[in-house]
Nanobody
Framework: QVQLVESGGGLVQAGGSLRLSCAAS????????MGWFRQTPGKEREFVAG????????YYADSVKGRFTISRDNAQNMVYLEMSSLKPEDTAVYYC?????????????????WGQGTQVTVSS
């Protein structure tokens, strides 16, 4: 069992930066690939960034490549999403997800656990 709790969302102006954090419980955290997804009203939840269970591989959606960076600290059971050069279209609820023994990319249907989400709003 893994429980995920996101934090760090908020309101930021376009061009600004935010860092999202995801705290995971459970002794098997290092066995899970971790990902960040986001969702806006009326749209499907979409993949943003992922990192393999070892941290050796990362994958990004084209829309955030070069602006977002995912990282993990297995000793602290933490996953981070550093977001820079934020755009209004990045506004969404961001969710942390875990996929057992997965790679750096995984579909939302393959996620084993989800956090409750944190709102990110980018003003123009």
């Amino acid at each position: 069992q893994v429980q995920l709790v996101e934090s760090g969302g908020g309101l930021v102006q376009a061009g600004g930066s935010l860092r999202l954090s995801c705290a995971a419980s459970g002794r098997t955290f290092s066995s899970y690939a971790m990902g960040w997804f986001r969702q806006t009203p009326g749209k499907e939840r979409e993949f943003v960034a992922g990192i393999s269970w070892s941290g050796g591989s990362t994958y990004y959606a084209d829309s955030v490549k070069g602006r977002f960076t995912i990282s993990r600290d297995n000793a602290q059971n933490m996953v981070y999403l550093e977001m820079s050069s934020l755009k209004p279209e990045d506004t969404a609820v961001y969710y942390c997800a875990a996929n057992y023994r997965g790679g750096s990319y995984f579909r939302r249907s393959h996620a084993n656990y989800w956090g409750q989400g944190t709102q990110v709003t980018v003003s123009s």
